[in-house]
């Protein structure tokens, strides 16, 4: 299943079934499949949630998508992760993006602090979307602020630079 969480972006949720959804979602527009699900994290198999990466990869690219690959651990997130997400999502240009793990709350999380970096959606409305799918995002809070306060900031110097 597949949920939409913005513009361009969208989630898929558990369950998945592997080629078939790849297909699927490069039959619905979906350009870009980020996978946010470590290897280890995996056991090998058919499915989307037993599939290694270059198992991933080689669907995702037979059915015409691109493909990124950043393994998250929830609790161990780096910034070089926030901002490898971000730059996917703006090399996606107009693009759909679908972004999996193994429930969706990986690929939300990543999808929140990303926008919250570009300062594209307050942390509330990730949050709230988060509940509303039943995830909680609380934890993840006070870094989609800060993420937030410092996009605003250096939005401000460099117009402050400009004059």
Do not use: W
Not at 43 to 67: C, H, K, P, V, W
Not at 114 to 130: C, F, H, L, T, Y
């Amino acid at each position: 299943m597949v949920k939409r969480v913005g513009d361009r972006f969208f989630v898929a949720v558990a369950p998945q079934r592997g080629k078939y959804d790849i297909e699927e979602a490069a039959k619905g527009g979906i350009n870009l499949l980020i996978n946010f699900r470590p290897d280890d994290d995996s056991t090998g198999g058919n499915d989307l949630l037993t599939m290694l990466s270059a198992e991933i990869e080689a669907q995702a690219r037979a059915a015409g998508m691109d493909y990124v690959h950043i393994p998250v651990v929830p609790t161990q997130i780096s910034d070089d992760q926030i901002t490898a997400t971000a730059e996917a999502i703006k090399q996606a240009g107009n693009g759909y993006i679908l972004g999996s793990c193994r429930t969706g709350m990986r690929a939300l999380i990543m999808y929140g602090l990303a926008q919250s970096k570009i300062g594209a959606v307050k942390p509330e409305d990730i949050i709230a979307m988060g509940k509303a799918m039943g995830f909680d995002l609380m934890e993840h809070r006070e870094r989609m602020i800060q993420l937030t306060k410092a996009h605003t900031e250096a939005e401000k110097a460099k117009a402050a630079a400009k004059g």
